[in-house]
Structures are given as C-alpha cells and as structure tokens.
C-alpha cells in the first residue's frame, strides 16, 4: 500500500510527464487483475554496487558497513593488513518489494503495452564512523528501502541519521545518468489456454548523483561527523566526470495469466459433463 501511495503522489506532482495507461502496482506476496489478467508472485532482487570513488572516501575516514536486513552485503579487503586500504568493492543485495507500472492494451486481445514507472526494495546498508582524525566523533547513518521513479529518473530512499540528521522519509537521494534495458515492453496476446506467462524486466542503471548537493553536508557529513577534508571527498562523488555514488541493477519477474470468463467456465464445465457422460457409456 505504500509503494501505491507514493506513486500516486508522484504522478499527481508530474502528471505531465508520466505515460498514459491504467496505472497499478503489485507487492511481493500479492497479486491484482486488470484488462481480464491476473498479475501475481512478483521477485527479485536488486544490487547497489558503490563506486570505486565512494569507498575511497568512505575508507579516508575508516567508515564501516554493514546490511540491514533483509538485505545482503558483500565486501572484499585488501590482503595486506599493513595496507589499511579498506574496502576494494562493496555490493548490497536488496530485495525487490513492489513493481509499479502503466498498462495499456496490446496487440490481440490480451497483449499489453506496459511502461516500468518505479520499483521499490527492502532493507538497505548502514554506514557507522568512531572517532579519528577524520571525524569529530562517532556516526551512523542508514539507507534504506530505495523506490526508483523511473519517469524522473530519481531514486529515493528512507534516510536516518546520527547528530541531529533524524528520519527522512522516501527522500529523492539519487538521479541516475544511464539505464540499460527497456523500461518499456510489447507483451504478446494471451489464450485461456496458454497458461502462465511469466514477465521479466532486467534494468541497470548507472551513474548515481546526488539530486541536492546539500545532502553531503546535511546528510552524509553530519551523521558520520565528517570533518571538511572528508566532505570534500564526498563533494567530488557528483563531478560528472566519475561514476558517481555507484549504480543499482535489477531484475523483477512475475506472473502473468488470463483470468476466465463466465462464459468459459460454462463450456468448460459442459464439457467436463460431457466427458463424464462418455466414459460411462464406455464402461457400460
């Protein structure tokens, strides 16, 4: 209910630019009919893989991750201790939660032309500081339950913050620069008799900045305790020049089947008799 709510504010501030169609949005664990189909057992998963660029600036300040569930996080060190280089990569696997698109009929009677407006994921990473010469003291901060818009090309996230950041809710963190993949498809006809069909949308997008500029020092700087040298760091992420923040890839699946009318269920069930009526004869 969430991600539909937050989807419906969107498209009231954008009404604009967003795509014509019946708009709807399936949750993990849910399903929804529309245009006589019926849409169910959405998954998937998505990965935020952080740029070289941000974990140099995360390990200048000695700053940790960790997951929060039900995310996963993978992360490789250097093999020289002596080193103290940090984090070579990082990656946070997150689970898909909700799929939200514009419907509209295709080709056929059940075909469908249907446009990606936005995706949402559970759980996310927290970033926790101590206090060194590149902080002023402890931090944390956590990053959470990313809602990509695909139409403005935003992806917001719950934020919450240590030193005085408290909770932002779904704020627009990021603008990706690139995707990779169609966030528009031409799903062909369906038949009663075809079964499922199962719908995949595999999307990479790349080149994270931050939409406000002001979030490093609002945000990312105030929670950990970052002092300037630090800041700056983080300021250089949105140079256009680099790879930003890092990027988020994603692949959701679901299911998708005609649902029956009246009328089908009749003849169905006529023939069923009719069978039953046949194989008595035969055994008479």
């Not at 169910?40 to 893989?49: E, H, M, N, P, Y």
């Not at 256009?240 to 069930?269: K, R």
Request: glycine residues 12%; proline residues 4%.
């Amino acid at each position: 209910m969430a991600a539909a709510a937050a989807l419906l504010l969107t498209c009231e501030a954008h009404a604009a630019v967003y795509p014509p169609g019946e708009y709807a949005t399936l949750e993990a664990g849910s399903q929804f009919a529309l245009n006589g189909l019926a849409y169910s057992d959405l998954s998937g998963a998505g990965t935020l893989a952080f740029s070289v660029q941000w974990l140099r600036a995360l390990n200048g300040a000695s700053v940790g991750l960790q997951a929060l569930p039900p995310a996963l996080l993978q992360t490789s060190a250097s093999s020289d201790a002596a080193a103290s280089l940090g984090y070579q990569s990082a990656t946070v696997s997150v689970p898909i939660q909700s799929w939200s698109a514009a419907y509209r009929p295709g080709s056929g009677v059940f075909g469908t032309d249907e446009t990606a407006l936005g995706t949402t994921f559970s759980g996310g990473f927290m970033l926790t500081s101590a206090g060194s010469g590149a902080t002023g003291g402890s931090g944390e901060l956590r990053i959470s339950d990313l809602r990509v818009d695909h139409i403005n090309r935003v992806i917001h996230a719950d934020i919450e913050g240590a030193n005085g950041v408290g909770f932002l809710n779904d704020h627009p963190l990021w603008t990706y620069e690139s995707v990779i993949g169609d966030t528009q498809r031409e799903w062909p006809d369906l038949d009663f008799l075809d079964g499922a069909q199962v719908r995949q949308w595999d999307l990479s997008l790349s080149g994270l900045f931050l939409v406000n500029q002001a979030d490093v020092g609002n945000i990312f700087a105030k929670a950990l305790n970052l002092n300037d040298g630090q800041r700056l760091a983080l300021q250089a992420l949105n140079d256009p020049n680099t790879n930003g923040f890092g990027s988020l890839s994603y692949s959701a699946e679901m299911v998708v089947t005609v649902i029956p009318e009246p009328g089908t269920w009749a003849l169905m069930g006529a023939g069923l008799v009719c069978l039953a009526a046949l194989r008595r004869r035969e055994t008479a």
